[in-house]
Each structure stands twice: as C-alpha cells, then as structure tokens.
C-alpha cells in the first residue's frame, strides 16, 4: 500500500501557465516533504522541501503548499517553461523513520511552448 | 559540488548472473542508499548505510546485497539475478550533520536488464 500517491501520471500544460503537482500521503508520522525534478537519463534533483510546521515555502517559481488536515502537498510552478518538463517526485519522511525516504510514483510535466 | 557517480549507464545481464552496481561519492558523506525506479511505483528504497560496514534494509531487500567497506563507495549486489529485477537503479548521498533537512543526491542512474 503506497504511503505516498501522486494520482496524476501525467500533466500538460501551456507556457507561461501555472503548473500545479498534487501529492496525497497517509502517514500521519511524516513530518518533512521533498520535491524532486527528473529529467530522462539524469538522476533525480531536489527542488524544494517543507517542514510539517509550515503550510507553504516558495522558492522562486516554485512554491510548494502544505496542508495537514487533509494530508495533502501541492507544487506550484509559476510561470511554467519548457525547461520544467520533467518527471516530478514527491517524498516525505516520517520522524520514527529516520534517514528514509518515501517517494510517490511521480507526475510527468509536459510544458508547451 | 556533490558528484554521485554510478559505474555504468546501461547494463545487460543474463538470470542467475551475480551482478554489482557500484555507486562511488565524492563528498565524504555518512549515508548512502540504493534505489530502484519503475514505472508508476516511483522509487522504492532497497538498502542504505548509515556510514562503513553499516547497512539496513529498505522497502525491498530480497533478492539483493549490499558492501561498503570504504565511505566512499556503496555496492549493491544482485545475488542471482532475475526478470523482475530489471529496473532503472540509482544510488543517493546525504551528509549526517544536519541530517533531518538534507536532500539526498542522486546519482544518473543505471539502467539494468536482466534477459
């Protein structure tokens, strides 16, 4: 059973749009959130993270949103690019768990020029 | 810089073989895992290590080894290898210090088939 699901195999979307990556996680025990970016050929990349305490952190275009009482992330990339078409990994650890790491099963972003 | 380099790309091996993926760092960091990435299951955590000699197992260890006898370097080892271990292997780093709000690094990745 998947702690952590990205239910969107795929997305597309129009240059210039906004890109929104959802990530839903049943372990109450996680209290830290990562995004990783996977290009083809090419080891996933950390893009950005969120701390339980937090509901939202942004980074440039990136901003990732946090929200506990429905155990669900989301990853807003604005304005989207063709360079963001990438596979997009959502990852969360769980404070007994130590050095682990759980990933979803990735959301595919295809952006259009 | 972190550099995560993975011995091979591409590899192709035949059911029964033993196979070794080599995953070797250049950061001097503690922790060091071996994933598996196949398609709509994302990534699944095999083995990591929390520094020489140490190792635990992950998600899904069967069929699977691993060595680290220097820091550097984290091997995984298919005992006898079969079909189903046909994947798209990456290896990650994470320093110690500061450990709980360290990303992992990941290596480029390799991709094994087993015929």
């Known amino acids: 059973d998947q702690q952590v699901k990205q239910n969107s195999p795929s997305l597309s979307v129009q240059e210039g749009r906004i890109s929104i990556l959802n990530c839903d996680y049943t372990?109450?025990?996680?209290?830290?959130f990562l995004w990783y970016k996977k290009y083809p050929a090419e080891g996933p990349t950390f893009l950005i993270s969120i701390s339980s305490i937090k509901d939202k952190n942004e980074d440039g275009r990136f901003t990732v949103f946090l929200n506990k009482s429905a155990k669900h992330l989301s990853l807003h990339i604005v304005p989207s690019q063709p360079g963001d078409s990438a596979v997009y990994f959502c990852?969360?650890?769980?404070?007994?768990?130590?050095?682990?790491?759980?990933f979803g099963g990735g959301t595919r972003l295809m952006v259009k020029p | 810089d972190v550099k995560v380099t993975q011995s091979s790309r591409y590899l192709v091996k035949r059911t029964g073989e033993k196979v070794f993926l080599e995953c070797v760092q250049d950061m001097d960091h503690e922790n060091m895992f071996w994933y598996r990435q196949d398609p709509g299951l994302g990534l699944r955590l095999i083995y990591f290590s929390y520094d020489v000699k140490m190792k635990e197992k992950g998600d899904i260890p069967e069929g699977y080894s691993v060595s680290r006898e220097k820091k550097e370097r984290f091997s995984l080892i298919l005992e006898s290898a079969s079909t189903n271990q046909t994947s798209m292997y990456l290896c990650?780093?994470?320093?110690?210090?500061?450990?709980?709000?360290?990303?992992?690094?990941f290596g480029d990745g390799t991709r094994l088939s087993i015929l």
């Open positions: 990650a780093t994470r320093p110690l210090q500061g450990a709980a709000r360290q990303p992992q690094h």
């Open positions: 372990n109450s025990m996680f209290d830290y």
């Open positions: 990852a969360a650890r769980a404070n007994n768990a130590g050095n682990m790491l759980t």
